[in-house]
């Protein structure tokens, strides 16, 4: 229990100072953007360069969990979408539902991961994130698509999107050098491993940033059901199906702990672009980081 504390404050230390650097507008509010855009295509695909090209790889165990994240995340939506009948949420509001249920934030999960379970925890990860981002965003795009219809929708536009994706191809660069055996010069591995030593604490400055707490005081019950699925229904599913496809040690806790991630704050972005309720996605986005800390206290002590 001591060990998740002390792995989990740090993380929500970074989280905070990000928050409280915005509030005092330091160094200033046009600098954080910028710097997340630094962070997004400079320094977290050479993170995932850098681990995936120089790990060892158990293939077995990786494709049976990206299996389970992905059946995961459409079990999730399955359920959403049943919910939905029942309760008849206002169709812009369960645009940001789905998004707030099953986008994750891909910053938290790397640091979170590689706190509590190193690099061979951060590999897997990274694994999970290659696959698992493009389908996420053809899901999104498809539920705004059904339940909205807001905007013109190109396809070869959103193709680009998933091709220019730093994060996909960081983790497809890593994945070739690892498999190909290709010697990367020591220097070159230095230089990767210096830059990346600061992806992590510069992503989750740019989390505690982006939190708005003045759209918490218009809670709904669609906040309500999107954080509780999130953060309680969807790691519980994960651990289920983890153990149908038999997943163990550390590959099901990798699992269980990426359904417990909160949403990403790109999902503000496509409400915003799409016709969603970007009110309501920004309250899921800041409640759901908050609360995440106090889930996985109680999560990953099982695990």
């Excluded at 008849?88 to 994750?104: D, M, W």
């Amino acid at each position: 229990m001591t060990h998740i504390f002390s792995s989990l404050l740090p993380i929500c230390l970074m989280i905070s100072t990000g928050f409280f650097f915005k509030y005092i507008k330091f160094p200033t509010l046009e600098f954080w953007p910028m710097a997340d855009k630094f962070t997004y295509y400079v320094l977290m695909p050479a993170l995932l360069i850098y681990k995936l090209s120089t790990a060892k790889i158990d293939l077995s165990q990786s494709v049976n969990l990206v299996v389970t994240s992905l059946v995961s995340i459409f079990i999730v939506l399955t359920l959403l979408i049943v919910l939905n009948f029942l309760l008849h949420f206002e169709a812009k509001a369960f645009t940001s539902i789905v998004q707030g249920s099953i986008r994750f934030n891909s910053y938290v999960f790397l640091a979170f991961v590689d706190t509590v379970y190193g690099d061979k925890g951060l590999v897997l990860a990274a694994i999970v994130m290659a696959f698992v981002i493009p389908v996420l965003n053809i899901l999104c795009i498809s539920i705004f698509a059904v339940y909205v219809r807001h905007g013109d929708f190109s396809f070869k536009a959103f193709l680009k999107t998933i091709i220019k994706n730093p994060l996909i191809g960081a983790c497809i660069v890593g994945g070739i050098v690892n498999v190909s055996g290709v010697h990367i010069p020591i220097f070159v591995l230095k230089y990767f491993s210096v830059v990346s030593n600061a992806a992590l604490p510069m992503g989750l400055l740019s989390v505690g940033v982006g939190l708005e707490l003045k759209y918490l005081k218009d809670a709904k019950k669609e906040l309500l059901v999107s954080t509780l699925v999130k953060l309680l229904m969807f790691p519980l599913i994960a651990y289920g199906v983890g153990i149908l496809f038999g997943l163990s040690g550390l590959s099901l806790s990798i699992a269980v702990i990426f359904g417990a991630m909160p949403t990403a704050v790109s999902g503000y972005i496509l409400a915003r672009e799409l016709g969603g309720d970007i009110s309501l996605m920004a309250s899921i986005i800041t409640l759901q980081t908050l609360a995440c800390m106090a889930t996985l206290f109680l999560i990953v002590p099982i695990l």
